[in-house]
């Protein structure tokens, strides 16, 4: 089941990102750049800043427990578009159409905010951008962002058009 997410339960925000960096990243990013963008991206002053900027936080569940999270800002770009910041999936539970849950509620948010299209950024090297495609989303660019310590995010910038 998916739902929205309540400030008191970020936690589990950081749970499952804390249980999936590792083993997502650990072939394409050196351990201490996953520490630092774990630390970075998810400490609680971080999330709760994002959710008052009024960040939606999905978590899918099932019996009570947390096994994926999407983190979605409507209406940016002049109200056009979408953007997915964050989206995990326990690593035991890729593959299980959790993923796909969580985009087509992104989709939904999409429509009901009559954005055109929805965008996230995804490392290049990530397997996701594999999934991302086969769900529809085509590549608009690559992006390279400095994030401190030397650190570079690299990515690719994906979209899916809305249709209405």
Known sequence: MIRLLKRDELHVVQEVAHATWPSTFSEILTLEQIEYMLNWMYNNQQLVE??????????????????????????IQASSVLKIHKL???????????GQQLIHQAIVSAEVHNNNSV????????????????????????EDISIGNGFLMEDYVMQLEVKH
Not at 67 to 75: I, N, Q, R, T
Not at 88 to 98: A, F, H, K, R, T
């Open 119 to 142: 965008i996230l950024n995804v490392n290049r090297f990530n397997k996701a951008v594999t999934f991302y495609q086969k769900l529809g989303f085509t590549i608009l660019k690559e």
């Open 50 to 75: 994002n959710f008052e900027k009024g960040h939606a936080f999905y978590g899918f569940f099932e019996n009570d427990k947390i096994l994926g999270f999407m983190e979605v800002e409507a209406s």
């Open 88 to 98: 995990y999936v326990l690593p035991s539970l890729q593959g299980s159409g959790i």
